[in-house]
């Protein structure tokens, strides 16, 4: 059943870089975390209307091409992301990102007069060179690979209420990474400070994250919206990390009512 919903959104591919599309109007790109891709966005191609919705796969994610640093940073990231926006002839769009994805984001939209807004679910900040989460981050892959992540994994993303169904979906998208494109998201992960690039960034932004989150805990996602000049937060209780996939529902609503 998942796999049928799943393929209802074809990728599509451009300049390197895959992505799934649902709809028209504005566009709202959507990008993932870290152990994810562009179907973990498959409830709001689904269920969000009266936009353009695009969810991209990050490079060494899907069928995007790995970047050519072994090392990336989030600007190399924000660059492919440029290209792609280029492409497709994208203006006035509002980013909407999870976790690792709004580093990435976060560093386009500091240099894009084309982001209008955007909306960080769970953001990660970034370690700023911290060695011990990098290499924390490898063990594990090395240790466990795709599907051992995706076991042992997938349920720490979720909060204690989640359904079936979350898990599933979480689980479905681990299986999917690439351990190459894994290895330099993490090296972007462990460099990146979201902090830095979010001064820059004057234009609307509203970060949601779950009280229930233990990936990136509510303190840190509020350090990142005091970070941004203009920027609200908003407290979802009972939900964990991924709020997108375990509460589709409020998290549509809340894409819709603020892209609109």
Known sequence: MLDERIARFE????????????SSGRALVLMHGIGSGSASWLNQLEGVKGFRLIAWDAPGYGDSAY????????????????????????????????S???????????DSPAVRAMMLISPAGGYGGDKQVLSARLKTLDELGPEGMAEKRSPTLLGAKHTPEALELVRWNQ???H???????AYCLSNGKLA????HYRK????????????TPEAGCKAVAQAFPDAEYRSLPGIGHVA??????LINQTIAGFAA
Not at 11 to 22: C, Q
Not at 196 to 199: I, K, N, Q, V
Not at 244 to 249: R, S
Request: proline residues 6%; aromatic residues 4%.
């Open 100 to 110: 690792l994805g709004a580093l990435m984001a976060g560093a386009f939209a500091k």
């Open 204 to 215: 609307p932004v509203l970060v949601v994250c779950g009280t229930e989150d233990r990936i």
């Open 244 to 249: 997108h996939i375990e509460d589709p529902a």
């Open 175 to 177: 299986r999917r990474v």
């Open 196 to 199: 830095d690039d979010a001064r």
């Open 67 to 98: 970047l050519k640093k072994a090392e990336p940073l989030p600007g190399d990231y924000a660059e492919a992301l440029a290209g792609l926006v280029e492409r497709l002839l994208l203006k006035d769009i509002v980013l909407v990102a999870n």
């Open 11 to 22: 990728v599509r591919s451009s300049g390197g870089i895959s992505y799934r599309e649902s």
């Open 179 to 185: 351990p190459q494109g894994y290895r330099q998201a």
